[in-house]
């Protein structure tokens, strides 16, 4: 049972394959052609929103020695995603490179892939050579979040077809999967806006509370920094023209999760509008929030170097320093040296958490 | 919508505060007694198969400059998870921390509690004295794995009640919660046994091959060490006498893996039987393998100097040292200075791994 999306991925794979023989044909040699992901072209496209690649190109040659080995090695990766393409199954990066290393340690010399370091880069040539995702070539990636409300979602999958229904998954939600396109839509979305919350525990919190059935929203926690496929999902409810409200930690690290969900972050530039979500806005904590609630004040933390450190560091970032809002909560915690957890909302009151969010988001107070 | 448990849990508090106005009211000091947790006390009960505390018992009294501090910090915790009882709302060992922070920090000269550190070890030993578990008190742990197969979970929680179908939860599967015990039940059994899988990425492939539904098993990975959740679950569900069966890296830290699943672990050694589950048998990857399946050679690693140590560690055990089977497997590591992660089953064929468990299920090879 593969879907559209398999056949035109095995389609891409299978041309690069062609090109190659057809050059060699030609009596010239196989290239492969990527576009380089490194720091320098990286840029932050002030016009979408987001950070992407820039134009630089990088070509490999079959025949150069300093890159006939990287130059084989992409051809394997991509004659295996080929191969569980077709026989539809995934596996993870590390099963992929045991699979490279059986099936290549055997009749070379020298082993073709001696750590996993090695495939890994590989593959991500491979995802922007192509234009495709490596959720599309079958190979899973570490999958972390979990998703409540009144979202339900059709999950085509290992031959057999489930129907998920985020409001009936009691105390747990459901976990985002690594891959949330290929075999898998929104059957019915009835939700007014999307709430990510940074920290397990407090989406435990406002889930109990059902707050997701009390304020009609999607309740998401990408658990830390987001995941690729838990970006990916907030981005596609994006599609969805639902508004996206992100409720972190009140310190460098907190926010920088946010920017990562809104902007893209530069390890995953080259997926670029995959993921970004240039729409999301910031509910809070803010440093502007201690002086509305008083009570706050006694319920901060002393910043330790390395949040002063990073915060400083996030002043530098092109796509935050025009935000004046951004510049000032920065400079705050600079001048102040203190630092706000979203878990001190429940200082005065367990339910307090929803008090808040409920007050900032229907009086609209949102940071860019 | 309390449960039978919350009134009881909450009649242990009360008779806890009692105790102590008793104690005033015939001018005594006020106490406070709990069994120890340090190393001294822990110790491996063969009889059972788990570690457990001795009998050494710690006394806290209110009139004791060393102890008046801890003493009140105590009673606070204990008022405070008899306020959330009553209120019928969890929260975490961090929201509890700054519920504290927040009605002690203001009338008193001192700050009541200047970091969480000081609470965590404080709720332990609440846990013990009253020989309850946290999540019993509506504190909520961290919650980490994944369940799938023939198991139908009735869970009530936050006002409503949901049916949990674990056949019916696509690629994602069902997270398992913090707490498995308080108005959570099994409706339906109707499994074989219970596999055990360390790595997420290997549970997703044996999701996709629906092994748990061609072997008819309840297939759980706990990603890495299990958390307490996962752990009683499992305890669980070999109280209804399923067969519980491990699947591990060959390596210590696998092998610990499954070892803390069997026997407990030193720092949850005074929840002994709650979440030991010395029925557990390992049915690998073993040293052995190496030798039973060719190919497996050219698929090992490089035992690091950390990975040995460990082994040797592990060896010095004495709920370990005297399996046979076991001191073999780790001698063959410190001997060999190899290892082999399960990933590596993937290298012939990605459905290998399904294959390999199967046999060495039905050929009843396990390790004890």
């Given at each position: 049972?593969?879907?559209?999306?398999?056949?035109?991925?095995?389609?891409?794979?299978?041309?690069?394959?062609?090109?190659?023989?057809?050059?060699?044909?030609?009596?010239?040699?196989?290239?492969?052609?990527?576009?380089?992901?490194?720091?320098?072209?990286?840029?932050y496209d002030e016009s979408v929103g987001y950070?992407?690649?820039?134009?630089?190109?990088?070509?490999?040659?079959?025949?150069?020695?300093?890159?006939?080995?990287?130059?084989?090695?992409?051809?394997?990766?991509?004659?295996?995603?080929?191969?569980?393409?077709?026989?539809?199954?995934?596996?993870?990066?590390?099963?992929?490179?045991?699979?490279?290393?059986?099936?290549?340690?055997?009749?070379?010399?020298?082993?073709?892939?001696?750590?996993?370091?090695?495939?890994?880069?590989?593959?991500?040539?491979?995802?922007?050579?192509?234009?495709?995702?490596?959720?599309?070539?079958?190979?899973?990636?570490?999958?972390?979040?979990?998703?409540?409300?009144?979202?339900?979602?059709?999950?085509?999958?290992?031959?057999?077809?489930?129907?998920?229904?985020?409001?009936?998954?009691?105390?747990?939600?459901?976990?985002?999967?690594?891959?949330?396109?290929?075999?898998?839509?929104?059957?019915?979305?009835?939700?007014?806006?999307?709430?990510?919350?940074?920290?397990?525990?407090?989406?435990?919190?406002?889930?109990?509370?059902?707050?997701?059935?009390?304020?009609?929203?999607?309740?998401?926690?990408?658990?830390?920094?987001?995941?690729?496929?838990?970006?990916?999902?907030?981005?596609?409810?994006?599609?969805?023209?639902?508004?996206?409200?992100?409720?972190?930690?009140?310190?460098?690290?907190?926010?920088?999760?946010?920017?990562?969900?809104?902007?893209?972050?530069?390890?995953?530039?080259?997926?670029?509008?995959?993921?970004?979500?240039?729409?999301?806005?910031?509910?809070?904590?803010?440093?502007?929030?201690?002086?509305?609630?008083?009570?706050?004040?006694?319920?901060?933390?002393?910043?330790?170097?390395?949040?002063?450190?990073?915060?400083?560091?996030?002043?530098?970032?092109?796509?935050?320093?025009?935000?004046?809002?951004?510049?000032?909560?920065?400079?705050?915690?600079?001048?102040?040296?203190?630092?706000?957890?979203?878990?001190?909302?429940?200082?005065?009151?367990?339910?307090?958490?929803?008090?808040?969010?409920?007050?900032?988001?229907?009086?609209?107070?949102?940071?860019?």
């Open positions: 049972m593969k879907n559209e999306k398999s056949a035109e991925v095995i389609k891409k794979l299978e041309d690069l394959g062609r090109k190659m023989i057809s050059e060699i044909n030609a009596q010239s040699t196989p290239t492969f052609t990527t576009t380089l992901r490194s720091k320098g072209n990286i840029l950070l992407r690649l820039g134009d630089k190109k990088e070509e490999r040659k079959f025949i150069n020695v300093g890159q006939a080995r990287k130059f084989m090695q992409t051809v394997a990766i991509a004659a295996k995603c080929k191969k569980f393409l077709t026989e539809n199954a995934h596996t993870s990066i590390r099963g992929l490179y045991y699979q490279l290393k059986f099936s290549l340690g055997e009749d070379l010399d020298e082993e073709l892939f001696s750590e996993q370091s090695e495939s890994n880069p590989l593959v991500e040539d491979l995802e922007v050579a192509l234009n495709v995702k490596r959720e599309d070539l079958n190979l899973n990636t570490d999958r972390k979040g979990v998703v409540a409300g009144p979202l339900v979602i059709k999950d085509k999958f290992g031959g057999e077809e489930d129907i998920i229904d985020c409001t009936k998954q009691g105390r747990s939600g459901w976990m985002i999967p690594s891959d949330v396109d290929n075999g898998m839509e929104f059957l019915e979305i009835d939700a007014d806006y999307v709430l990510v919350v940074e920290k397990d525990a407090m989406w435990q919190r406002l889930n109990e509370d059902k707050f997701w059935k009390k304020e009609n929203c999607i309740l998401i926690t990408p658990k830390g920094q987001a995941s690729r496929g838990c970006r990916r999902l907030i981005r596609k409810l994006a599609n969805k023209r639902l508004p996206i409200y992100c409720f972190t930690d009140c310190d460098a690290w907190g926010w920088y999760i946010y920017w990562a969900i809104k902007t893209g972050s530069m390890n995953l530039a080259y997926l670029g509008s995959d993921i970004a979500t240039p729409e999301a806005k910031f509910v809070g904590v803010t440093m502007k929030d201690i002086e509305d609630y008083d009570f706050l004040e006694q319920l901060t933390i002393k910043a330790k170097e390395v949040d002063l450190k990073r915060a400083e560091e996030m002043l530098s970032y092109e796509w935050i320093k025009n935000y004046k809002d951004w510049v000032d909560e920065l400079k705050t915690v600079l001048k102040t040296k203190k630092k706000l957890e979203q878990d001190a909302l429940q200082g005065p009151r367990l339910s307090f958490v929803g008090e808040y969010l409920r007050e900032k988001i229907s009086k609209k107070k949102f940071l860019a």
